[in-house]
């Protein structure tokens, strides 16, 4: 029986083995040998599994008394690995996957559970054998190494990248169920490079050149047109991300960011740029990332991701166990500046309260925010809106579809609505 509803309680799932204790239950009773270990653990997880993820710990796994204080531990490793007790991951379809936004923690997405998204696969290109052509209306065309691109003084920031296709199927109502699934098209990194600005001074730039068109080395060869006064100022060419060299999926050995922008302008496994005097007009400009309105007309080179914001704790597909304290967390980003104001309503827009904001706050990144709550027991329906420092504050999803209509695909930020019923089960919902 469930004490506030009075209604009859669903028989609580069996909780799932944890693996150290499934690894008690198949201890040998002689002391193992490491194949009678590899084998009885086995029939859990599948060989490969408990090699990669088990290897450094075997040494419990023989303790019975699952006091970590009684055995030597793991031995020192050249690259770490996770704690095999931990299952965040990514939610993968071939060409994109998605950051499990509500397993995170603070700002920084980790690279490996950094969001994906790839026309056509992810390339693997030898770094002493990548190039990058810088030609067109500049001075002197030129071709560098990444070696040599290091050697230019460098700079890094925290920025978010997002897929302005973020949330996209939600256009068409409330169709997605987790925050991952929704909103996990966006992450942060530390992002480390040389300025976009610093290497086209190299090439000299000629009167004529106002666009410049970006060009990958994978098999997609995804182009973009950008003009040169919105990005000559912040665009990176970045080399690494988080402190070590970009991950094969974020674009290694190079890609081009542009801070605030929507991620398709940040062209990954960059290896040629153009200088041009109009857009290209490819077929990332044209056909594809184009908006299409109501009156039949279509909002092309969109460019920045508007005032957005999430709440990831709690959220779709979590459920509530206990009435009573909740910290309510969630991420807001612009990309038009810094966040300036996260306000949450638990009771679908009537009420706001203003989130906590927690340091850094910084321009054009995930910003996490965090609101103190005491969930009663009630029906309550969450929402959180960005403001930006431009004063723009995130629409609701009716003044979203008010000037948009719904024939887009893109660029949708409207203010999500998650409900939390009775027992406690969060719900994503359009109000
Ligand atoms: N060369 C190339 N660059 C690319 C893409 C691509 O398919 N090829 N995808 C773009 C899109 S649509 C997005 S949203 C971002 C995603 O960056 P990420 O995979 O590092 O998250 O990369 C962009 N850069
Ligand atoms: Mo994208």
Not at 166 to 171: A, L, M, Q, R
Not at 317 to 335: D, F
Not at 344 to 352: A, E, I, P, Q
């Amino acid at each position: 029986m469930d004490k506030k509803t009075g209604k009859p309680t669903p028989a609580e799932p069996e909780p799932e083995v944890s693996i150290y204790e499934s690894l008690i239950a198949t201890r040998p009773k002689e002391p193992p040998t490491r194949r009678a270990f590899l084998t009885g653990a086995t029939s859990l997880f599948g060989a490969a599994a408990v090699h990669v993820l088990l290897a450094p710990f075997l040494g419990h796994a023989a303790n019975a008394s699952g006091d970590p204080t009684r055995v030597p531990g793991a031995l020192a490793t050249e690259y770490g690995r996770r704690s095999p007790f931990e299952r965040a991951k990514r939610l993968t379809k071939p060409q994109r996957s998605r950051t499990p936004l509500q397993d995170l923690h603070g700002i920084v997405t980790p690279s490996a559970l950094h969001f994906e998204r790839h026309h056509n696969g992810v390339p693997l290109i030898d770094p002493a054998k990548h190039r990058l052509l810088v030609h067109g209306l500049v001075e002197r065309p030129l071709l560098f190494t990444i070696a040599e691109l290091k050697r230019f003084p460098s700079t890094s920031r925290l920025l978010f990248v997002e897929c302005s296709g973020n949330s996209g199927k939600e256009w068409k109502g409330p169709k997605g169920k987790t925050a991952q699934e929704i909103h996990g098209l966006t992450s942060t990194s530390e992002w480390a490079g040389v300025r976009l600005s610093t290497v086209l001074a190299e090439a000299g730039l000629t009167p004529g050149a106002t666009w410049m068109l970006a060009e990958g080395s994978d098999a997609a060869a995804m182009t973009r047109s950008l003009p040169l006064d919105r990005v000559l100022d912040e665009a990176l060419l970045c080399y690494a991300q988080n402190g070590e060299p970009l991950r094969p999926e974020q674009g290694y050995p190079l890609r081009l960011l542009v801070p605030g922008f929507e991620g398709n302008t940040c062209i990954k496994w960059l290896r040629r740029l153009k200088l041009v005097s109009s857009p290209v007009m490819t077929r990332e400009e044209t056909s594809k990332y184009t908006d299409l309105m109501t009156d039949g007309t279509a909002r092309q080179f969109t460019f920045d991701m508007e005032a957005k914001s999430v709440i990831t704790v709690p959220s779709g597909g979590q459920r509530l166990k206990k009435t009573g304290y909740v910290e309510i967390r969630g991420l807001a980003w612009s990309g038009r500046g810094r966040v300036e104001k996260v306000e949450v309503s638990v009771d679908g827009g009537k009420n706001w309260r203003t989130a906590r904001l927690q340091a850094p706050i910084l321009p054009k990144c995930h910003t996490r925010f965090c609101l103190d709550w005491r969930w009663d027991g009630g029906e309550a329906v969450l929402q959180s809106r960005c403001i930006d420092e431009t004063g723009y504050r995130q629409p609701t999803r009716k003044e979203l579809v008010e000037i948009r209509g719904t024939n887009s695909y893109y660029h949708y930020n409207a203010i999500q609505s998650w409900q939390i019923d009775e027992e406690g089960n969060v719900r994503n919902v359009q109000v």
